[in-house]
């Protein structure tokens, strides 16, 4: 079983712009669309899709958490929320123009000690074989160390953990040695606060993370496919296919949905990123989320990965 933990989830409002946006004037948009969700829920539609068993938990409150509760019930995913009152879960607006996404996300729910406690809890029915994916930010207010701290309370139940976040979380949670991580190139940058333009300059910051206690290290480079480096020492790399890209939001949580599928299924770490640059790149040419057709469909086109020596 994969959990997927999305301590923020959010009512995401992407907007269409034909016009460029301007500051300080109203802008009048082309077409809109209404998705709820955040980086857990993301990985959870892909696992679904490809027949993983999943569990969605995560922290909801006022009408927007009415919102994210309802959707993911049309999507009939297994969710387990925690409700928190008196607060609402945050709508992140997301403008696209062209070529690119302007995204205002706001701060999300803040949560106490016993929801946190409650979380525990819920993730303590998971034992050896399951993973746990925490993925984004962490609650309004709540230390850095937020992600560390869960993974350390479920250190004795054999759990293994997957953690895409950025940042200071990120660097805590490597202390307790997650099973994989996945940055992309922006988010190494600010970890090593170091210019990395191209992924062969990224080779060495992907062994770095490894020293920091990252068993495996998924470097997502959008367009440019995704670098492993994997337990063993040894180092991937696979390209992206080449297509239209629509939408790329949620193509790095689609990319760890479809890694931690094969993982589950007991593939090999190579065929994994195979599957997990077929999820990525099967949504980055879709509006939202891939189908599985698509995936399978770009799966078949994917060559074997290269080993960097
Ligand atoms: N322009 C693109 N063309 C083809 N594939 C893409 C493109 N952008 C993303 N992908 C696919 O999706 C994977 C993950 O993308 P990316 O590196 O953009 O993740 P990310 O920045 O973490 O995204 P997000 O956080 O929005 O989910 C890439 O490794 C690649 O397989
Ligand atoms: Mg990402």
Redesign the pocket.
């Known amino acids: 079983m994969i959990a997927t933990v999305t301590m923020n989830p959010a009512v995401d409002y992407t907007v269409s712009l034909e016009e460029p946006l301007m500051k300080a004037t109203v802008n009048r948009t082309d077409h809109e669309r209404i998705t709820a969700g955040g ?1 857990g829920v ?1 990985v959870s539609l892909i696992l679904q899709q490809l027949d993983v068993p999943t569990t969605v938990y995560g922290y909801l409150s006022g009408t927007t958490g009415a919102m994210i509760a309802e959707q993911l019930q049309r999507t009939q995913i297994p969710t387990d929320w925690i409700e928190v009152p008196n607060q609402m879960n945050r709508i992140n607006l997301k403008i696209r123009e062209n070529n690119t996404v302007t995204e205002l996300n706001g701060r999300g729910v803040s949560v106490t000690e016993q929801d946190t406690e409650l979380l525990l809890q819920k993730l303590r029915r998971c034992g050896d074989g399951d993973y746990i994916v925490l993925a984004g930010s962490i609650p309004a207010g709540a230390p850095a160390t937020h992600y560390a701290d869960v993974m350390a309370a479920l250190e004795d139940t054999g759990v293994r953990f997957a953690v ?1 976040a950025a940042g200071a979380p990120l660097r805590e949670a490597l202390r307790c040695k997650p099973f994989v991580i ?1 940055p ?3 988010e190494l940058c600010a970890l090593f606060d170091s210019e990395i333009d191209t992924w062969w300059d990224a080779l060495p910051y992907g062994k770095k993370l490894q020293e920091m206690g990252a068993e495996n290290v998924l470097l ?4 440019d ?2 670098l492993l480096f994997t337990a063993e020492n040894r180092v991937w790399h696979l390209s ?4 239209e ?1 629509k939408n ?8 760890l949905g479809g890694f931690l599928a094969a993982v589950v299924q007991g593939k090999p770490l190579t065929e994994a990123l195979r599957m ?2 077929a999820a ?2 099967a ?3 879709s509006e939202w989320i891939a189908n599985r057709s698509r995936m399978d469909n770009l799966l078949r086109t994917l060559p074997e990965p290269t080993e960097l020596v």
């Open positions: 980086k993301n895409d996945k992309n190139l922006p997502s480079l959008g367009g496919g995704a992206a296919p080449h297509g890209v790329a939001v949620g193509a790095g949580d689609s990319m997990g640059v990525g790149s949504t980055a040419f």
